[in-house]
């Protein structure tokens, strides 16, 4: 029997919009965790080890990782051997609570102080989706009725520096660039003195994610640090770390290295669209505790959203599949 032509009647009511878009949007999670979930739990199944270990197992696959899913696992059978869980739906409905209960701290929204230039920092490794997560990101900003400046520094790829200025352009947002291979702190430098000329609201900094070594990257980024906190104690007021969600657990081997060497302080999940390993995020969630802002899920202006924990557990694991 096919699950799929139940609707439920409460949804009718909640605006299409966000919630919508979201679960449309994460087709390869939905596919698999939500479809292989909702299966296994809709049936009359008995609640043994065979039900935990494809339960356990489906969580591995979207990449919610060993020590999360042991966790969320724990949580379940526990409850089972209390007798407070009795059939799969229940398991089911307690699975998504601790799944709930694991993001729900993370979902804190970026907040702009008036300090102006409130600066965020923006790093990452090359390919993440960088450069086009701060043209959304200062599009969305400058939505929400702010003045912004950006900060080209990424000097060591030509193509992140013409990239950004043509989003620059077409956002008619003013974008502070040097000539490919400068001094990367140079133009954070000049970016800091005219984002407080003109006083913006804030300055946004790319900046890049490769180096000739991997130590030479971290030593620019703590050096663009350096002089951005010079210009002004308070910032950077945010150091937002760009990752790709498809990379799985790759993704939080990146955060460690980042968070150790600028102390990362929000995050943005990429390509949530287009990976069957959603579940990195519970993953991140769990493990780290840091505010996940953003959530891209397309390639569209208007793909990035602010996270909200419940709108993305809602489009992971229904309240009644």
Same mark, same amino acid.
Request: net charge neutral.
């Given at each position: ?137 200062a599009k969305l900003l400058k939505n929400a009725g702010h003045s912004i400046t950006l900060a080209a ?6 193509? +992140?520096?013409?990239? %950004?200025?043509?989003? #620059? ?6 974008? *502070? /660039?040097?000539? !490919? &291979? ?85 995050? +943005?999940?990429?390509? %949530?669209?287009?990976? #069957? ?6 993953? *991140? /969630?769990?493990? !780290? &505790? ?25 489009a992971i694991l229904p309240k009644s599949p």
């Open positions: 029997m096919s699950h799929s032509h139940h609707s439920n009647p409460s949804e009718k009511t909640r605006p299409a919009g966000l919630f919508g878009r979201l679960r449309e949007k994460l087709t390869a999670t939905q596919r698999n965790f939500t479809r292989g979930l909702t299966d296994l739990l809709l049936g009359e199944r008995a609640l043994d080890d065979n039900l935990f270990e494809q339960i356990e197992t489906l969580l591995l696959a979207a990449d919610v990782g060993v020590e999360t899913t042991q966790f969320l696992l724990k949580g379940i059978t526990d409850q089972v051997a209390r007798q407070q869980l009795n059939n799969t739906r229940a398991v089911y409905s307690a699975l998504r609570q601790g799944i709930l209960s694991i993001m729900s701290p993370c979902s804190r929204r970026l907040t702009i102080i008036p300090d102006k230039p409130f600066v965020i920092m923006v790093v990452g490794v090359n390919g993440v989706g960088k450069t086009t997560t701060i043209a959304k990101l520094a990424d000097t060591f790829r030509a193509a +992140a520096i013409e990239q %950004l200025k043509t989003w #620059a352009e077409r956002l008619d947002i003013p974008v *502070i /660039a040097q000539h !490919t &291979g400068a001094d990367a702190a140079a133009v954070v430098h000049d970016a800091m003195i005219a984002a407080t000329a003109r006083a913006s609201d804030i300055l946004i900094v790319d900046t890049a994610g490769r180096q000739h070594t991997q130590a030479g990257l971290m030593d620019e980024l703590k050096k663009i640090r350096r002089v951005i906190a010079k210009t002004k104690p308070a910032a950077p007021h945010e150091v937002l770390l760009v990752l790709d969600a498809s990379t799985g657990q790759n993704a939080l081997s990146q955060l460690t290295h980042f968070t150790e060497a600028v102390g990362v302080t929000g995050l +943005a999940l990429t390509k %949530l669209d287009g990976t #069957a390993k959603g579940g990195i995020l519970i993953a *991140i /969630a769990r493990q !780290t &505790g840091l505010p996940i802002r953003y959530i891209g899920v397309g390639e569209g202006m208007d793909d990035l959203q602010e996270f909200n924990a419940e709108e993305f557990v809602d």
